[in-house]
């Protein structure tokens, strides 16, 4: 099974910082990866997929990068709905796996 | 407007049975592959099952492999997943959700939940 390791588990930070959540992949999995932002009660949002690719709806904001085993979520100039938590997702292979989550908390 | 209604979760003894429903509306459900993902209290995401569009074929994690049975209903835009002989540790939300690839892909649209509470 692919293993994912996001990095940090919780980050604190202010409204307008620009943040960076990593994500790593214990093998490669080429682009085939996708961001989720879930807030509390919520279901998972979609924000990225194929590790870059900006889904339709979702903030400019929010931009992905990194391939092979080695991804990052950077979003730029922190927004109030921006506090949540951040899922990776890879699909290269069956068992679909994601990372713990990272928490986003107001500093 | 795509839209997931997810139903059928309970509170169900351990080693019972349960049927959960996912209706969906605004697309052609029958060109995708559907699947289920759970989020226990408190925890992250576990991926549950996976179907294809003609749903000939599925995909299930060791977790639940033998217990869980995910199909589907194309003539009535609705996906299920039967949950077997279950356990404590499969109390959760469960959601269910688009898959944007043939079957192993990501999810771009979710249902709001459904909970499952496995408890005596």
């Known amino acids: 099974d692919i293993q994912m390791t996001q990095s940090p588990s919780t980050l604190s930070a202010s409204v307008g910082d620009t943040v960076t959540i990593t994500c790593r992949a214990s093998?490669?999995?080429?682009?085939?990866l996708a961001w989720y932002q879930q807030k509390p009660g919520k279901a998972p949002e979609l924000l990225i997929s194929?590790?870059?690719s900006e889904t339709n709806g979702a903030p400019s904001r929010f931009s992905g990068s990194g391939g092979g085993t080695v991804f990052t979520l950077t979003i730029s100039g922190l927004q109030p709905g921006d506090f949540a938590t951040y899922y990776c997702q890879q699909y290269n292979s069956f068992p679909i796996t994601f990372g713990q989550g990272t928490r986003l908390d107001i500093k | 407007e795509v839209q997931l209604l997810e139903s059928g979760g309970g509170l169900v003894q351990p080693g019972g049975s349960l049927r959960l429903s996912c209706s969906a509306s605004g697309f052609n459900f029958g060109s995708y592959a559907m699947g289920w993902v759970r989020q226990a209290p408190g925890k992250g995401l576990e991926w549950v099952s996976t179907i294809n569009p003609s749903g000939d074929r599925t995909y299930n994690p060791d977790s639940v492999k033998g217990r869980f049975t995910i199909s589907r209903d194309n003539s009535e835009n609705t996906l299920f997943l039967q949950m077997n002989t279950l356990r404590g540790e499969d109390t959760a939300i469960y959601y269910c959700?688009?898959?944007?690839?043939?079957?192993?892909?990501?999810?771009?649209?979710w249902g709001q939940g459904t909970l499952v509470i496995v408890s005596s």
């Open positions: 093998h490669y999995i080429s682009k085939w």
């Open positions: 194929d590790a870059s």
């Open positions: 959700g688009r898959v944007l690839a043939a079957t192993v892909g990501w999810l771009d649209t």
